[in-house]
């Protein structure tokens, strides 16, 4: 157990890893946790605290069955960046690193693993390697939040896990309010770097910001007034939407409901906002009302209108023009039934007189016989502004809010005081109600523009002012550098991002922060931790600060990232506008290939599968080889008649026949039966067992370790094959000493003793113990190699297996050639009953044909074992894969996210 970090009231703090992720991702990878070493004084109160409620026990991080497994389910990891941009990963990690206590516990332990005479480069990379390896794992987690409603379930999630501390009246008295006030706001932030608008949950982020905020109404901006409107109705009424923080979009801290009662806040109920709308003339005439239709008329008169008083100063002012209808039966016959507008003009001002000249009747002189029409224009109202009256509460600042207004009446462009008005009710309901020409409108929409209006809040607070202060940002500065045995220099915490192409420099309504890291209105935020140096791992989890937050694009639908004294105004983020907004591009840090992962424990389940594919590969690759193994024992025994591959298969088939090639092959099956179930979980055992003894070197010492493992496993594994190969030796040698392996073994008993079968123990020493170390080492380090030069062979079955068929091939000639000698003084020392020794053996060979002697049958070997390594290994994977105790099979990984979020493990502070 490490040194505790000491407080000042005596508290020894004991920091401990959460658990080990040693154990290796395959056979390049090694981790192993260590205890943290630190021993540091620390005068702060408010750190000791902190840092002894993060030595509270709590339930670790746990280990899951790892599903990156590229060559079962085809999934890579990047899987979650169809929904979630990288740096929406990153950015995550780094939140619950800040956050979470069990992640920042692995952080701090983490640091315990490097190095300490390592240097300051050095350090940061390894550090940027840890933390790669956390996103990593955190975008596995992520694969859970993939559906429609993934992001929305994920928003929720780390809102009841982190965010349901404390009011949305803002209290700066507790940290532990603070923090759940900030982790809010973060949460929003995080939200705001999803890039696709119909995955954004646009929607329940609006309603947390308006949860952070408890925004009110501050101004309405009418961008159209519709049209329609006349006098003598009213003014339309006024629809504002309900607050978003009661609108059951989230839940924080309580249950989600219907009544809008924010949770989180006690005692208190949303207000939704109120206003009236004032009327004010278009500048368009609606309607003529006739007061006097007229007769005589046989045609539609002439009807003309006034134009406007300042035709020439107003753009676009034009006058207006109208057209007659006449009665052409019944009692009416001869009058003007209506006079309908062609263009209702425009540049009209109020109180303007207009006139509308209706012509005389056709061919008829003012007299008793015929009279004129007399009309009237009306002037079109529009909604010129809203005057708030009620600016309601629990709205947030960065959206606005689009607001509904009543249309006009459908009788708005009709005179209901005409005497003769019902005659036309029936086509006027039929206008209202039928398509238009061209059909691409529906009733008085074909006439009728709705009104558009925004509402726009404003808030003490905002998604822009940080709920921390600065001590409360460099706690974690504080706490790295006891942990890490340094003095913290008080030396605020920096962050570093790049950002680019961001707007016009405009203040966004509502941002502001006190000295003390609070909030006050009108005023647009410094960003403290913006640009300088710091430790790597503050960098790394220096999170957005005050100056920084969101703005909702209503061209693509979503919020973006702005930067505040860099961003565009609210209202300029309008349907038409040409103004483009342009978030800030940021850079959180690295994501690695991999995930925190550690192999699964040897449990008997596993090491009989393991067991049994190594066993299943060793014998039939080795039976299915055993011809070429006749020849290269026939050229080492007798190297006088058999003296090279090609008149050594002439002879043997002219002397032994065809079937001579299989001499031997019984004790060859068993034995490497036997030997492969052993050798392989032998080694993977021991290379486990190395790993947890060296601890955290072993990453360094990756080809020693997989040495070691190889050694002690052909150690004993040579005690096992060693009686089969004394056996399948004298068969070969001598065909007719028995008839098989019962036989045989059954002579060399009775003639020779136990020891007869061992005496060649210390000869396969040297023969299988560099043969298996070269096997092995040059296999592993030239599968990396081929899979850093080919990594799509990562996510092919088919692909991997030529990698591991190629390995093993290159892997077989290297460790024939280091073990030839050995396999030479073998064959005679067991092609005969003697009582030699291995080195007179070795002697023997030397003195008959000099130290190339010992090479012989070192190109049939070199064939033979290229095809038995890279066979064995291409079976094994293969094996393995069926069985389900494949590499990737074997991997846990450390479930970040589904851990931070479950209900039993540690929330924020």
């Known amino acids: 157990m490490s040194p505790g970090i000491i407080c000042p009231r005596g508290r020894a703090l004991m920091l401990m890893s959460s658990e080990s992720e040693d154990d290796s991702t395959n056979r390049r990878i090694f981790l192993r946790t260590a205890a943290t070493a630190s021993t540091a004084a620390v005068a702060s109160g408010i750190f000791c605290d902190a840092a002894v409620a993060m030595s509270t026990p709590t339930q670790q991080l746990r280990w899951l069955p790892d599903p990156i497994n590229p060559r079962r389910n085809g999934l890579p990891l990047t899987t979650p960046e169809s929904v979630y941009p990288l740096k929406f990963v990153t950015y995550l990690s780094r939140f619950l690193l800040n956050f979470d206590r069990s992640c920042r516990r692995w952080w701090f332990a983490s640091a315990g693993k490097i190095d300490k005479e390592l240097g300051a480069e050095a350090v940061a990379l390894e550090r940027e390697r840890q933390f790669g390896a956390f996103a990593a794992s955190v975008e596995v987690g992520l694969r859970d939040y993939l559906d429609r409603e993934g992001p929305n379930r994920l928003l929720q999630n780390l809102l009841t896990k982190y965010g349901s501390e404390g009011y949305i009246a803002v209290d700066y008295g507790s940290r532990s309010a603070r923090e759940s006030m900030e982790a809010r706001r973060q949460i929003a932030l995080l939200f705001g770097l999803m890039e696709a608008s119909d995955m954004q949950p646009v929607e329940a982020l609006t309603g947390l910001l308006a949860v952070i905020e408890n925004a009110t109404i501050v101004e309405v901006d009418v961008e159209d007034g519709g049209s329609g409107y006349a006098p003598g109705y009213g003014s339309p009424r006024v629809y504002f939407p309900p607050p978003e923080a009661g609108a059951g979009n989230i839940v924080v801290g309580g249950k989600q409901g219907k009544e809008q009662t924010p949770v989180g806040v006690v005692g208190e109920k949303f207000r939704m906002a109120s206003g009236t ?14 007061i006097n239709h007229g007769s005589g008329y046989t045609k539609a008169p002439l009807v003309t209108v006034s134009p406007p008083k300042n035709i020439d ?3 676009n002012s034009r006058s207006a023009q109208a057209t007659a209808t006449l009665f052409t039966r019944g009692a009416n016959k001869g009058k003007i039934m209506r006079i309908d507008l062609i263009d209702g003009g425009m540049g009209y001002v109020e109180d303007e007189k207009i006139e509308v000249k209706v012509e005389l009747p056709e061919g008829r002189v003012f007299d008793e016989r015929g009279t004129q029409a007399v009309a009237k224009a009306i002037m079109e109202l529009k909604v010129g502004s809203i005057e708030i009256t009620d600016g309601g509460s629990g709205y947030a600042a960065e959206r606005p809010l689009l607001l509904g207004v009543d249309p006009p009446p459908i009788t708005a462009r009709v005179n209901l005081n005409d005497k003769l008005v ?8 039929e206008r209202a109600a039928n398509k238009n020409d061209s059909g691409q409108c529906v009733g008085r929409g074909c006439y ?18 940080a709920a921390r202060n600065e001590q409360d940002s460099t706690w974690l500065e504080r706490m790295e550098a006891a942990v890490e045995g340094k003095d913290y220099i008080g030396e605020t915490a920096k962050f570093r991002a790049y950002a680019v192409n961001v707007g016009d420099k405009k203040n966004v309504r509502g941002m502001g922060a006190t000295s003390d890291g609070g909030p006050t209105a009108g005023s647009v935020i410094e960003l403290p931790f913006w ?4 430790s790597a791992s503050s960098r790394l989890l220096a999170l957005l600060p005050s100056g920084v937050g969101l703005v909702f694009d209503r061209k693509v639908k979503r919020y973006i990232l702005m930067n505040g004294d860099n961003s565009s105004s609210l209202r300029q983020v309008t349907p038409s506008s040409t103004n483009i907004l342009q978030p800030i591009e940021f850079y959180f840090g690295p994501r690695g290939r991999n995930p925190i992962e550690r192999q699964k424990k040897l449990d008997l389940s596993t090491t009989l599968r393991i067991s049994a594919s190594g066993a299943i590969c060793a014998s039939v690759v080795h039976t299915a080889l055993t011809p070429i193994d006749v020849v290269k024992t026939k050229m080492q025994t007798n190297p006088a008649e058999y003296p090279d591959p090609v008149r050594s298969l002439k002879k043997l088939v002219d002397e032994e026949g065809i079937r001579s090639f299989f ?3 019984q004790p060859t099956f068993l034995g490497f039966f036997v030997w492969g179930g052993f050798a392989y979980i032998s080694t993977e055992y021991f290379r486990r067992l190395i790993i947890d003894f060296v601890g955290v070197g072993a990453t360094t010492l990756e080809v020693p370790i997989i040495l070691a493992a190889a050694a002690t496993s052909a150690f004993f594994g040579s005690f096992l094959i060693a009686p089969f190969e004394t056996v399948r030796i004298r068969t070969v040698a001598e065909p007719k000493f028995g008839s098989n392996i019962f036989t045989v073994s059954g002579r060399i008993l009775m003639e020779e003793g136990v020891g007869a079968f061992f005496d060649s123990v210390p000869v396969f020493l040297l023969k299988e113990i560099p043969f298996a170390c070269a096997k092995f080492a040059v296999f592993d380090i030239t599968t990396e190699q081929l899979y850093d030069a080919f990594p799509a062979a ?7 297996l030529l990698i591991t068929l190629a390995a093993g091939t290159f892997g077989g000639i290297i460790a024939a050639i280091v073990s030839n000698p050995a396999d030479c003084t073998i064959s005679e020392l067991k092609k005969s009953a003697t009582d030699i020794s291995p080195t007179d053996a070795a002697n023997l060979i030397i003195e008959r044909g000099g130290l190339l002697a010992l090479f012989k049958g070192l190109t049939l070997r070199m064939a033979f074992y290229s095809l038995m390594v890279g066979g064995q290994f291409l079976l094994y994977d293969t094996i393995r894969f069926a069985l389900g105790v494949g590499s990737d099979d074997l991997k846990l990984y450390l479930d970040v996210l589904g851990s931070a979020l479950s209900a039993k493990t540690a929330g924020s502070l």
């Open 277 to 290: 709308a004032i009327m004010r003339p278009s500048g368009a005439i609606l309607r003529i009302d006739l």
């Open 663 to 665: 001499n031997g092959w």
């Open 448 to 465: 009728d523009r709705n009104v558009i209006a925004y509402a726009y809040a404003g808030s003490n607070r905002t998604s822009y002012a």
């Open 531 to 534: 640009t300088g140096e710091s």
């Open 794 to 800: 990562r996510e092919d079955l088919q692909l991997s």
């Open 313 to 315: 100063g107003y753009v």
């Open 422 to 429: 019902f005659l036309t009710n029936r086509e006027i309901a």
